[in-house]
């Protein structure tokens, strides 16, 4: 089943269903790359780089796929969302591990 791209969520946001393919960037919350589609096949892992979620007001399910089969990719809540994933601390980082989804 192939996803719209160009299909908008019905908010002010910038999220879209669809599938998106962005490099990690940044080192923590503030730069990491901002994911704005619903399934985000990412790319530039690196150990370091992360991506960092939509807000939960705006995406309840958000897909991550770490297409680097050697390196960690850092997952972090929205930025100042003051949001935790899983069983982490408020804004702390999830190490999705290498070729990992």
Avoid: C, H, W
């Amino acid at each position: 089943m192939r996803l719209p791209s160009d299909t908008r969520m019905p908010t002010r946001s910038n999220f879209r269903f669809g599938t998106a393919v962005p490099a990690a960037a940044g080192t923590n919350q503030a730069t990491a790359t901002a994911l704005t589609s619903q399934v985000n096949a990412v790319t530039a892992a690196d150990g370091t780089k992360g991506v960092a979620l939509p807000s939960t007001e705006e995406a309840k399910s958000v897909f991550v796929i770490n297409t680097v089969s050697t390196a960690l990719l850092k997952v972090y809540p929205a930025n100042g969302s003051g949001d935790a994933i899983n069983a982490l601390s408020a804004d702390a980082s999830f190490s999705l591990g290498a070729g990992q989804s």
